[in-house]
């Protein structure tokens, strides 16, 4: 009983709660008629689908400069790095890892500029962050109809300018990671594998880097920015790195989302 309690201590009780209601849901599937396996394959799934997305919170977190709310500042990066690919006519692998190519200069632009305004805003930074977010969002819905895109597949075909609000991903690199490696039994189970190993790869990455130089500077400036100046590191510059960290692991995790669903959606 000893061990039970401080197993929950150190895991923490909202986990354990949410595990718990989850095995319930598994529980009680086939009582209201819903498959098993095909649940497994869903969460799955979602897991690939948002890993890196929710990966793309941890460096700002580390920082000290809190939840990263605008990461739709990634994500646009993300979706030009994927329409320009488009664009270029690039598929298949090359088109996948060309459209992360693509936005990587984009997200690091962005989140360049990004960080130095959060830096700006010390103890405002989520409030601005969601500024700057919906400000992105809003922007690019204009710039999407502007911007001189040619290809049919993603052009509007009445005006034949202005890309479509939904952009499929066929003959590109739709489920590219999803097939790679997946197990199959059946229609309804399925494991993506390819998916689920570029997460992991990608974690492993940012493990890399909190044990790099730069990262553990980073995250000396999360737990004590005080402590972390008095030894040389900038404050400033490590929570714009983090910012920037994080832009870039968005415009990744979208990249890998749209693959998963198979197309792109700019709204």
């Not at 200069?105 to 805003?121: C, D, E, H, S, T």
């Not at 991903?169 to 997946?182: K, R, T």
């Not at 553990?216 to 929570?239: I, Q």
Request: charged fraction near 10%.
């Amino acid at each position: 009983m000893r061990k039970l309690k401080e197993f929950v201590t150190d895991f923490g009780l909202p986990r354990v709660i949410i595990f718990l209601f989850l095995m319930f849901l598994f529980v009680a599937a086939p009582f209201v008629g819903v498959r098993i396996d095909t649940s497994i394959s869903d969460v799955l799934t979602r897991f690939g689908q948002n890993g890196i997305l929710v990966l793309a919170l941890v460096p700002m977190v580390q920082s000290g400069t809190g939840l990263n709310f605008g990461l739709p500042v990634g994500i646009i990066a993300g979706l030009l790095g994927g329409t320009l690919a488009m664009q270029f006519h690039l598929t298949g692998w090359l088109g996948f890892f060309g459209a992360i190519a693509i936005s990587m200069p984009f997200a690091i632009v962005f989140g360049w500029l990004y960080g130095k305004l959060l830096n700006r805003v010390k103890g405002d930074e989520m409030t601005i962050a969601m500024y700057v977010g919906f400000s992105m969002v809003t922007f690019f819905s204009i710039l999407w109809l502007l911007l001189p895109y040619s290809n049919p597949t993603m052009v509007w075909g009445y005006a034949g300018q202005g890309l479509r609000t939904t952009i499929t991903l066929d003959n590109y690199w739709g489920h590219i990671l999803n097939d790679f490696l997946a197990i199959r039994s059946g229609n309804t189970f399925n494991v993506p594998t390819g998916m689920i190993l570029f997460v992991f790869f990608c974690a492993f990455l940012v493990y890399l880097f909190f044990r790099s130089k730069t990262g553990t500077a980073m995250t000396a400036v999360g737990s004590n920015p005080d402590f972390a100046r008095a030894g040389g590191v900038s404050v400033d510059r490590m929570r714009t790195i983090s910012v920037t960290v994080s832009t870039m692991l968005g415009a990744v995790g979208i990249l890998a989302s749209q693959q998963s669903s198979g197309f792109i959606p700019l709204l």
